[in-house]
């Protein structure tokens, strides 16, 4: 099984990226690729930049990349409640190519902060619009304060609750 796994943040020290790698290393046997959304290279959305240049090249790389996954683990950043600026510029780039960016492969949605709501905002929105984008969310989780829960020298969530609910979610792809 090929897993794609990406936090959809793009901090150099992205607390999702940290989470969905470990989510995704989780999955016995698979093949798990993570992909970094700062190197898919993509100018500002607009319909005027989309008749001058055509498809983004980065939004082609993008959607190629997720095309060789059997499995998705996403975890998503909130910023102000909402997607982070440059991930929503790459899926809806992605989306202007291939409306059903995720191809209904299965999928398990994270999210993760420092504070106690743990992104749940943006992991409200990202499930209740996966249906219209090809998602196919087996199972979705947030992670409440992550710095207090997750121990970055072994690269793995210390709370044991919260380690099983993962474990769970991971089982259902």
């Known amino acids: 099984m090929k897993v794609i796994a990406f936090g959809a943040s793009t901090s150099s020290t ?40 055509g498809q983004a090249e980065g939004a082609q790389a993008f959607l190629r990349d997720l095309a060789e996954a059997d499995v998705f683990v996403i975890s998503f950043a909130e910023h102000n409640g909402h997607y ?29 902060s420092p504070g106690p709501g743990g992104a749940q905002t943006v992991l409200g929105a990202a499930t209740g619009s996966a249906p219209f984008f090809g998602g196919n969310v087996k199972a979705s989780l ?32």
């Open 84 to 112: 982070p600026a440059a991930y929503k510029n790459l899926f809806d780039w992605a989306t202007r190519i291939e409306r059903s960016v995720f191809g209904d492969k299965p999928a398990v949605y994270l999210a993760t």
């Open 14 to 53: 992205s607390i999702n990226k940290a989470l969905a790698t470990y989510a995704a290393n989780l999955i016995e046997g698979a093949e798990v690729k993570v992909l970094n959304i700062n190197d898919y290279n993509v100018p500002m959305f607009s319909e005027d930049t989309e008749k001058e240049i």
């Open 142 to 173: 947030s992670v409440p304060s992550f710095y207090d829960n997750f121990d970055f020298e072994s690269g793995s969530i210390s709370n044991e609750e919260i380690a099983q609910q993962i474990k769970e979610a991971v089982a259902k792809l």
